[in-house]
């Protein structure tokens, strides 16, 4: 079952290879083969050469080395040494030329192959279903996409180099074997001896390799964490015991490392002997049982030798490959499961979102299991270019009713509709392409503060008058005078910023994409109060121009809206403007404000 599953998983690891490499391992293994044989030919004809030197003979009999002579008179050659010397020096021009475009292609398919790697797993994670990216692993993410990668693709490099050297010793062999065929049957004899006696010490080197993977992953992630919290544990002086976790497990990777070290330079320490071993008892069986002449067998084992070092370099390069299978199978995991666990957007259909958005019906709970519904029962209309809020209590469902909205999740009941058609039956895509979203921790990346507004989407010609409209909408004109403002660098997700300028940021860069539709959730309420009357003179300037729905705790924040939705268990249990709520007594809204929850 052992060697089942090692053949299994060597199996899913080549064809993975194939699927991006497609022939090119094959181009390269044949290249490899052809250089062999040409050295291995080359070889063969050191010794009559030699003998013509050494007895002064410029022709030699056919009985010198007759496999050579056999050759040359096939192809009507003189076996004279001028035509030897010719031949081997051709020989070994072509086997340099041949060699270095194996070489060549080497290169090239390794680095195509990280390249096409890395996109494909981009694509596949930006087409990630929301809820299975929900439950992943922010580190171990990020070092698959970033580590892992690297070292699959030096074990591909490893594996591709395994072939070469495995076909050319391969293919000295098959010269042997039409040289001397009982020659040849006892170098396998001995080789399989060789094979199954190290067989053991790689399967070991192979477990490791997956063990430092799995602790790389983890310290990866607890690191990021780390990172991210730096502020929380720096003010609360709550270091020490992460910090002492992330020793342990750099400590335990060091170990692993030292023992998958220690095992490969044991297996190639102990290579040399073996092989001199190996030669000793061939050169032995050859001569004394088998009575093979000796200066055949003097050339027959020149030719082994050479096999030999392609062979010894094969399994240093094997021994190298399993210590990336780790890594591989890490990769080859995370594309599988991004793949089973793309989002499901069969609808073609494009909405120009001109009437409405309506919620009927819609029931929804994270876990089928659950006997508690997140949304029950929600109808909601949503008219084009009207400000809509929804408030109530931490975990009433107002953000879970925007994702359904959004497309990122979907209700288990009832349907959503934009202009009348089915969200089912829309593109996504093109659906969310009509939606900004700035949520209560800003969006910005660690660049200029032009690529944060345009997302990297910027032709001065062309998008230069739209920039600066989303600048000066968003206010950000105060602190943006000129383009040299604009190429100033935010730092380390926006470290330099106060938090209005980065929502502001935020603002700009929806503007920027000119949306039908702007989702505010809880936009502002981790600002001060100064900070978040700027940002809301902001958004107001939008009231009646675009779709605005605003998620909310503070009334500042939805005083002006066209319609107030308030939720509570999941259930939208009033709805109507400011004045009317505010003015119901008996209002839920009224109670918020009451209690100072609103």
Same mark, same amino acid.
Request: proline share 1%; aromatic share 12%; with cysteine.
């Given at each position: 079952?052992?060697?089942?599953?090692?053949?299994?998983?060597?199996?899913?690891?080549?064809?993975?290879?194939?699927?991006y490499?497609?022939?090119?391992?094959?181009?390269?293994?044949?290249l490899?083969?052809?250089?062999?044989?040409?050295?291995?030919?080359?070889?063969? !004809?050191?010794?009559?050469?030699?003998?013509?030197?050494?007895?002064?003979?410029?022709?030699?009999?056919?009985?010198?080395?007759?496999?050579?002579?056999?050759?040359?008179?096939?192809?009507?050659?003189?076996?004279?040494?001028?035509?030897l010397?010719?031949?081997?020096?051709?020989?070994?021009?072509?086997?340099?030329?041949?060699?270095?475009?194996?070489?060549?292609?080497?290169?090239?398919?390794?680095?195509?192959?990280?390249?096409?790697?890395?996109?494909? !797993?981009?694509?596949?994670?930006?087409?990630?279903?929301? /809820?299975?990216?929900?439950?992943?692993?922010?580190?171990?993410?990020?070092?698959?996409?970033?580590?892992?990668v690297?070292?699959?693709?030096s074990?591909?490099?490893?594996?591709?180099?395994?072939?070469v050297?495995?076909? /050319?010793?391969?293919?000295?062999?098959?010269?042997?074997?039409?040289?001397?065929?009982?020659? /040849?049957?006892i170098?396998?004899?001995?080789?399989m001896?060789y094979?199954?006696?190290?067989?053991k010490?790689?399967?070991?080197i192979?477990?490791?390799?997956?063990?430092?993977?799995?602790?790389?992953?983890?310290?990866?992630s607890?690191?990021?964490?780390?990172?991210?919290?730096?502020?929380?544990?720096? @003010?609360?002086?709550?270091?020490?015991?992460?910090?002492?976790?992330?020793?342990?497990?750099?400590?335990?990777?060091?170990?692993?490392?030292?023992?998958?070290?220690?095992?490969?330079?044991?297996?190639?320490?102990?290579?040399?002997?073996?092989?001199?071993?190996?030669?000793?008892?061939?050169?032995?069986?050859?001569?004394?049982?088998?009575?093979?002449? /000796?200066?055949?067998?003097?050339?027959?084992?020149?030719?082994?030798?050479?096999?030999?070092?392609?062979?010894?370099?094969?399994?240093?390069?094997?021994?190298?490959?399993?210590?990336?299978?780790?890594?591989?199978?890490?990769?080859?995991?995370?594309?599988?499961?991004?793949?089973?666990?793309?989002?499901?957007s069969?609808?073609?259909?494009?909405?120009?979102?001109?009437?409405?958005?309506?919620?009927?019906?819609?029931?929804?709970?994270?876990?089928?299991?659950?006997m $508690?519904?997140?949304?029950?029962?929600?109808?909601?209309?949503?008219?084009?270019?009207?400000?809509?809020?929804?408030?109530?209590?931490?975990g009433?469902?107002? @953000?879970?009713?925007?994702?359904?909205?959004?497309?990122?999740?979907?209700?288990?009941?009832?349907?959503v509709?934009?202009?009348?058609?089915?969200?089912?039956?829309?593109?996504?895509?093109d659906?969310?392409?009509?939606?900004?979203?700035?949520?209560?921790?800003?969006?910005?990346?660690?660049?200029?503060?032009?690529?944060?507004?345009?997302?990297?989407?910027?032709?001065?010609?062309?998008?230069y008058?739209?920039l600066?409209?989303?600048?000066? !909408?968003?206010?950000?004109?105060?602190?943006?005078?000129?383009?040299?403002?604009?190429?100033?660098?935010?730092?380390?997700?926006?470290?330099?910023?106060?938090?209005?300028?980065?929502?502001?940021?935020?603002?700009?860069?929806?503007?920027?994409?000119?949306?039908?539709?702007?989702?505010?959730?809880?936009?502002?309420?981790?600002?001060? @109060?100064?900070?978040?009357?700027?940002?809301?003179?902001?958004?107001?300037?939008?009231?009646?121009? $675009?779709t605005?729905?605003?998620?909310?705790?503070?009334?500042?924040?939805?005083?002006?809206?066209?319609?107030?939705?308030?939720?509570?268990?999941? $259930?939208?249990?009033?709805?109507?403007?400011?004045?009317?709520?505010?003015?119901?007594?008996?209002?839920?809204?009224?109670?918020?404000?009451? !209690?100072?929850?609103?």
């Open positions: 079952m052992d060697l089942i599953g090692n053949l299994s998983g060597r199996l899913r690891i080549i064809k993975f290879y194939f699927k490499v497609k022939f090119g391992m094959l181009f390269i293994v044949c490899s083969f052809l250089t062999g044989v040409l050295e291995s030919i080359g070889v063969s !004809m050191i010794f009559p050469i030699l003998q013509s030197i050494l007895e002064n003979k410029p022709k030699l009999e056919a009985t010198n080395f007759p496999i050579v002579s056999d050759v040359l008179t096939f192809f009507s050659i003189d076996y004279t040494i001028n035509n010397v010719t031949i081997f020096v051709v020989l070994f021009l072509f086997k340099a030329v041949f060699k270095f475009v194996t070489g060549y292609f080497k290169l090239f398919y390794s680095s195509k192959f990280l390249l096409d790697i890395r996109k494909n !797993m981009i694509k596949n994670l930006s087409g990630l279903e929301y /809820t299975n990216y929900t439950k992943r692993e922010t580190g171990k993410l990020s070092s698959t996409f970033t580590l892992e690297e070292n699959m693709v074990g591909f490099i490893y594996f591709s180099n395994y072939l050297t495995i076909f /050319t010793g391969i293919s000295f062999i098959i010269i042997i074997l039409f040289i001397e065929y009982k020659f /040849t049957f170098i396998l004899f001995f080789g001896i094979y199954l006696g190290f067989k010490l790689n399967v070991k192979k477990n490791i390799s997956k063990e430092i993977t799995s602790s790389n992953s983890k310290f990866n607890l690191l990021i964490q780390f990172i991210q919290s730096y502020k929380y544990l720096k @003010s609360t002086n709550n270091f020490y015991h992460l910090n002492d976790f992330l020793k342990q497990t750099v400590v335990n990777i060091r170990r692993l490392k030292i023992q998958k070290d220690i095992r490969t330079n044991f297996v190639l320490a102990i290579q040399e002997p073996a092989v001199l071993l190996l030669v000793l008892l061939i050169v032995y069986v050859s001569v004394s049982v088998i009575k093979i002449e /000796t200066s055949v067998v003097l050339m027959l084992l020149v030719l082994f030798y050479r096999s030999t070092n392609y062979f010894l370099s094969s399994q240093s390069t094997w021994n190298n490959f399993l210590g990336q299978i780790g890594s591989t199978n890490s990769v080859i995991q995370l594309e599988s499961s991004l793949i089973e666990n793309q989002e499901d069969a609808g073609v259909k494009k909405v120009d979102f001109s009437k409405s958005i309506i919620l009927k019906d819609i029931d929804f709970k994270y876990s089928n299991d659950s $508690i519904k997140n949304l029950d029962s929600i109808n909601l209309e949503i008219p084009l270019n009207k400000t809509v809020a929804f408030v109530g209590k931490s009433s469902g107002k @953000s879970t009713l925007i994702n359904i909205i959004t497309g990122l999740l979907k209700p288990n009941s009832g349907n509709s934009i202009d009348g058609i089915d969200l089912s039956e829309i593109n996504l895509k659906w969310r392409s009509k939606i900004g979203y700035i949520a209560q921790e800003s969006v910005i990346f660690s660049d200029t503060i032009l690529n944060n507004i345009t997302s990297w989407d910027y032709n001065k010609e062309q998008d008058s739209r600066w409209n989303a600048i000066k !909408m968003s206010h950000l004109d105060e602190i943006i005078k000129n383009d040299n403002d604009l190429n100033r660098d935010v730092g380390d997700r926006g470290v330099s910023l106060s938090g209005g300028q980065k929502q502001r940021i935020a603002i700009a860069r929806e503007l920027y994409r000119n949306p039908k539709i702007l989702i505010l959730d809880e936009a502002t309420s981790a600002l001060d @109060s100064e900070t978040e009357k700027s940002i809301i003179e902001s958004l107001e300037e939008l009231n009646g121009k $675009i605005i729905i605003v998620i909310a705790h503070r009334l500042s924040t939805i005083k002006n809206s066209d319609i107030i939705n308030v939720i509570e268990g999941g $259930i939208i249990i009033e709805s109507g403007s400011y004045d009317e709520l505010i003015n119901n007594n008996s209002s839920r809204m009224n109670e918020f404000i009451k !209690m100072q929850e609103l």
